[in-house]
């Protein structure tokens, strides 16, 4: 049976291109955004070559830069699941990218309320939104929020993810708490797995430091969660269709200290020059904490997909793409 149709926001990236193509398979009718490519140079051949992408995908222009340029694509759809985030650039600082993310995601809120059509949204925010409280707990959940500030005073790489991911949930919760908009958070850590977008996605590039022998990557692994990208889009997907779902949810599956991952690496890919456990011992960075999935798993939903999955499918989709 055809449903839909639903818009799905950046449709180039990572996440959002692999949702575009499970929501294509579950009989969905799909929109989704990209930002204006005036000189036609974007190759979207990765989307439009999709199953069911001749009848059931249609492609728009729009960026977060320009809210209404979401409007044409949110009209008449039943849901949105807005996946777009502008990434730090050497040209836009923290607050930039926080503004830039919170008025996007406003707008596209706003288009969702005067379409009358939309009847939930999914918004795809970060477990760097739960992570840096301050709090030394091992285990974070839902009710936890990021301080910036502290994070600020870790002096590690991603203020600006952390402060634009944290700002826009908290106004979109707000937004929708206030106009009654049905929306609902995912939170993902680190997103490994195969991918179908011609970059290579950063999540997975950080996830294979050891392999790619990226040493300057080691110390954003001293302690890492990770989810399987197949599995953070299954989720995406339950909440939309579970009417019940309220508030945010964590999607985390799996947590690795730096040396079991070493362990793990050495024995699974011994082609590769994995750094040794001892030679890690040096390595010093932030241990970040684990997330709890409760929530969502109490509400029915199962994680398929394990470490060997994660990294399997990330090395495959990396040697059919030329990165390995």
């Known amino acids: 049976m055809e449903k839909g149709p639903v818009c799905v926001t950046g449709g ?3 996440v959002a291109s692999w949702l575009v193509m499970r929501l294509l398979q579950h009989g969905y009718t799909v929109r989704t955004t990209v930002r204006l490519d005036p000189e036609c140079k974007r190759d979207l051949s990765f989307l439009t070559s999709l199953p069911r992408a001749s009848e059931n995908l249609q492609i728009f222009n729009a960026d977060l830069n320009q809210p209404d340029s979401f409007n044409e694509a949110i009209e008449g759809c039943i849901g949105v699941f807005h996946v777009a985030h502008p990434m730090p650039n050497k040209e836009l600082d923290e607050e930039a990218v926080t503004k830039k993310a919170v008025q996007g995601a406003l707008g596209i809120l706003k288009a969702c309320l005067n379409s009358k059509t939309v009847k939930r949204v999914v918004y795809t925010s970060s477990a760097s939104t739960v992570a840096y409280s301050g709090s030394s707990q091992d285990l974070v959940d839902e009710s936890s929020w990021s301080d910036i500030e502290f994070h600020r005073s870790l002096k590690i790489f991603g203020t600006s993810y952390v402060s634009a991911k944290t700002k826009t949930e908290q106004a979109i919760l707000e937004f929708a708490e206030k106009s009654g908009l049905e929306v609902v958070t995912l939170l993902p850590p680190l997103v490994v797995g195969g991918f179908i977008c011609k970059n290579f996605p950063s999540s997975v590039s950080l ?14 692994l001293i302690r890492r969660s990770f989810v399987h990208v197949d599995d953070l889009v299954s989720a995406h997907i339950f909440l939309f269709e579970n009417s019940d779902a309220k508030g945010r949810y964590i999607c985390s599956s799996n947590q690795l200290p730096i040396d079991e991952m070493s362990q793990f690496l050495s024995a699974k890919y011994p082609d590769f020059p994995i750094p040794t456990t001892d ?17 969502l ?18 090395i495959q989709s990396c040697r059919e793409k030329g990165f390995l």
């Open 207 to 220: 996830a294979l430091a050891m392999i790619l022998g990226n040493r300057d990557n080691y110390r954003y």
């Open 297 to 314: 798993m109490s509400f029915g939903f199962k994680f398929k997909y394990g470490l060997d999955d994660m990294f399997g499918d990330a």
């Open 279 to 295: 030679f890690l011992k040096g390595i010093e960075g932030y241990k970040s904490c684990g997330f709890s999935s409760q929530k």
């Open 12 to 14: 180039t990236g990572f």
